[in-house]
């Protein structure tokens, strides 16, 4: 199950696992978790057990069925190092992103703790981007263990943003994306938390990207911060995003 995304920082989506149990209050408005129920409600034969964690064998090899490159977001509908993913799967799919050079993988995880336990045990190809989600200062010690894998481009999202962050901790760390909930009961976002990020992002070097304001209408309240858009990306990327073919 790989398609076209509108997510602003990548090009497509590859989820070779579907499905995901909540850890933080990151987690509470899910996206993923709405989407399943839909796609489960229009009989996709994918979501038949809705957002329990699936795993989708038949899906790991897809990426290599694809010529042009192309920067592709692993499973926007779950999380790689939850518990129900079995440390031998999560190796089968590093081996295709290893030996699909052509393509650059992103990685999002709040499992920072899996992470950093099986790191050691998975072989970490130069294009593959490896990030985790701090929502808010209590889940900081994600940034700490995923500083301490030997990802060779490290980064963060602050999406939902829903408190501030003001002392990330961002030596070694080379993308920051911020973005505010949005949807049915988002919480807000404060532009002090925002502003206080992308300072601390130009102190240390660290790519700024700013995805959007969100809340109920997020195609309301757009994506332009202090009069202009931010759209940095990793200077150490394999293949430069503006070069993604479809």
């Known amino acids: 199950m790989a398609t076209k995304t509108s997510i602003e920082w990548t090009e497509m989506t590859w989820n070779p696992v579907t499905g995901c149990i909540k850890v933080s209050q990151g987690c509470k408005n899910c996206y993923a978790e709405k989407m399943a129920k839909r796609l489960k409600a229009m009989g996709c034969s994918r979501y038949d057990s809705g957002f329990q964690p699936t795993l989708h064998v038949d899906l790991v090899d897809t990426p290599r069925k694809w010529k042009k490159p192309r920067t592709v ?37 709040k499992r920072s703790e899996r992470l950093t336990e099986i790191a ?5 190809p130069e294009n593959v981007w490896m990030g985790v989600s701090v929502e808010d200062a209590r889940v900081m010690h994600r940034v700490n263990d995923l500083a301490h894998t030997p990802a060779k481009v490290k980064f963060i999202s602050c999406e939902p943003l829903i408190g501030p962050l003001d002392n990330l901790p961002l030596q070694g760390i080379d993308w920051v994306i911020v973005g505010g909930e949005s949807g049915r009961g988002a919480r807000p976002m404060e532009e002090t938390w925002v502003q206080s990020i992308r300072l601390q992002c130009r102190r240390t070097g660290a790519a700024f990207f700013f995805k959007q304001w969100g809340g109920v209408r997020k195609d309301m309240t757009g994506r332009t911060l202090n009069g202009r858009t931010y759209d940095a990306m990793p200077k150490r990327s394999v293949i430069p995003i503006a070069q993604v073919s479809g």
């Open 120 to 124: 050691p045990l998975l072989e970490w």
């Open 73 to 109: 977001f692993v499973n926007s509908m779950s999380d790689l190092f939850q518990e129900a993913v079995p440390l031998e799967f999560i190796q089968r799919v590093f081996a295709t992103m290893r030996e699909t050079p052509q393509h650059t993988y992103q990685i999002l995880t």
